[in-house]
């Protein structure tokens, strides 16, 4: 059963969990944690916004290196302010996640190292 939403050209199926966007953006609960990614890569909109935007990569750069379409890159990079604010405190949130684990489990390399010093 597939269930059409006209804004942004997007379709989603509820039976599969597959989100579309322009066709070229897509979002699987089993891959990448369900993060909005090219179609038929685990690159993500986030890795791609973080390469051009805070990494400063041109877009001709990302296309060569990562084999992608230069429609795919513009997809992700729209998708991507589209959906800034919810795309950005989820990686603030892994962020926060990650930190708080290395607090909980501390490096016994680490400690190993500082008390060599």
């Known amino acids: 059963m597939q269930k059409q939403i006209q804004s ?10 597959l989100f579309i ?3 070229h953006i897509v979002a699987t609960p089993d ?19 973080l390469w051009h935007l805070h990494q400063n990569w041109p877009i001709d750069d990302i296309v060569m290196e990562l084999g992608l379409t230069h429609a795919e890159v513009y997809a992700a990079l729209a ?8 795309l950005d405190q ?3 949130d892994e962020i926060a996640d990650v930190e708080a684990l290395k ?5 016994k390399l680490q400690a190993k190292l500082a008390g060599r010093g």
């Open 8 to 17: 942004h050209a997007q379709t989603f199926s509820e039976a599969q969990g």
């Open 21 to 23: 966007s322009d066709q």
């Open 31 to 49: 891959v990448r944690g369900g993060k909005p990614r090219i179609a038929g890569r685990r690159i993500t909109v986030a890795d791609i916004a």
């Open 103 to 107: 607090q909980q489990c501390p490096s």
């Open 90 to 92: 989820n990686e603030a």
């Open 79 to 86: 998708y991507y302010y589209d959906h800034r604010a919810e």
